[in-house]
């Protein structure tokens, strides 16, 4: 027997409330982790291995991918295909993994957009990497306006058919194509699960009609970047430290962290602390805290953030007087 042989920790499913998407039967860690940055061909493969078994072992069960996450693209599914064989292939039925397909991902008219071409063949790329026979939810990344919403539809609903993805969903999709989509994978025999669409303390557009919109459907809601990319944690607030994803990626400029960015994420930081809570663990409180939110969708680069993220589920309510003072402060921005 391999003496490094993976075994889940016993009380994995003991801290964890676990949340219903939307009025479908499956539950949801109110934490997810998603593997856009750092489990890519670049970053260290122990380092990787060893958040996402850290995650599992803390009751956190979906994992999020793309098929462009990497870099190089198609490599973080790369990642987590090898620690699939290596250590959660005995978990597999108690795992959530989720892939995309919409971005650019190869070169020439087929490798980007929503067409049936790109879908179905990008996700038989995906299901290669991760070693998988199935994923449980698919997503188109985006509304591609260049193509007809049927045809992106119709490939999802065939996805299902073809037992390639038990569910399917939606990500970046403004509300009337979201209302457009959902009616299209209804008529086809298809319940829409969730919705993945951007939300943050800095960031609330879903709650101008699409969040009401997703409670209607009765699907779910799974945000992404509830952090804002770090900015909403502790870790800007004395410059930008070298291994952080301001100074690594160029998804997140250094140029916008600005002195009036950071003086309101010093005033939020004392709202939290006054709470007993980090930043990082406030920001997610501020995001679960509304019953339509299905999960919370974070990044990590250390085992140390996911135990400070979920930390976040211990206080999962404001005072009407806390609220408006964060709405005080975040108006400034
Ligand atoms: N559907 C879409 O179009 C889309 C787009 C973007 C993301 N996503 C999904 O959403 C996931 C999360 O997005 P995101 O990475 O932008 O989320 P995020 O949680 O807002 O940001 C994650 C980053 O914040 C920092 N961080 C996390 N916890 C921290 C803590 N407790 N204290 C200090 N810093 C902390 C880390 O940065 P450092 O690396 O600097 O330490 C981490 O990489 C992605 O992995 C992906 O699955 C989807």
């Known amino acids: 027997m391999k003496e490094d042989l993976y075994r889940a920790s016993t009380d994995r499913y003991n801290n964890i409330k676990y949340n219903k998407t939307g009025k479908s039967g499956l539950y949801l860690p109110p934490v997810s982790l998603g593997l856009w940055h750092n489990f890519g061909g670049i970053d260290i493969y122990e380092n990787s291995r060893k958040l996402l078994i850290h995650a599992f072992n803390k009751g956190i ?41 919409g971005y650019l991902m190869w070169p020439g008219p087929y490798g980007d957009g929503g067409s049936r071409k ?88 879903i709650e101008d009609g699409l969040l009401d919109k997703l409670e209607d459907e009765g699907m779910g809601c799974i945000v992404y970047s509830p952090l804002s990319q770090g900015l909403l944690t502790d870790k800007y607030l004395s410059g930008i430290p070298v291994n952080s994803r301001a100074a690594r990626a160029h998804f997140l400029k250094p ?47 250390s085992t140390l953030q996911i135990d400070d993220n979920l930390k976040c589920l211990e206080n999962l309510t404001f005072s009407r007087e806390e609220l408006k003072e964060i709405e005080e402060i975040i108006s400034k921005k």
Not at 149 to 165: F, N, P, Y
Request: aromatic share 8%.
């Open 61 to 101: 069960t979906h994992f999020d991918l793309a098929n462009n996450y990497g870099p190089p693209e198609g490599s973080a599914e790369e990642t987590f295909g090898r620690v699939l064989m290596a250590d959660f292939k005995p978990y597999r039925d108690e795992m959530i993994i989720s892939t995309k397909a």
């Open 118 to 205: 790109y879908l179905i063949s990008s996700l038989d790329q995906s299901l290669k990497r991760m070693h998988l026979e199935y994923v449980d939810i698919f997503y188109s990344h985006r509304h591609d306006v260049n193509t007809p919403i049927e045809e992106t539809t119709s490939a999802l609903i065939d996805i299902v058919r073809q037992g390639k993805a038990l569910y399917v969903g939606l990500s970046n999709y403004a509300e009337d194509a979201t209302d457009k989509a959902v009616d299209l994978l209804t008529r086809g025999g298809v319940k829409c699960l969730i919705h993945q669409p951007r939300y943050s303390l800095f960031d609330r557009w």
């Open 255 to 301: 140029e916008s962290i600005t002195p009036e960015k950071l003086q309101i994420i010093k005033q939020l930081n004392e709202v939290a602390g006054r709470r007993g809570q980090t930043l990082a663990q406030m920001s997610l409180a501020w995001v679960l805290k509304d019953p339509r939110i299905t999960s919370v969708l974070v990044g990590a680069s």
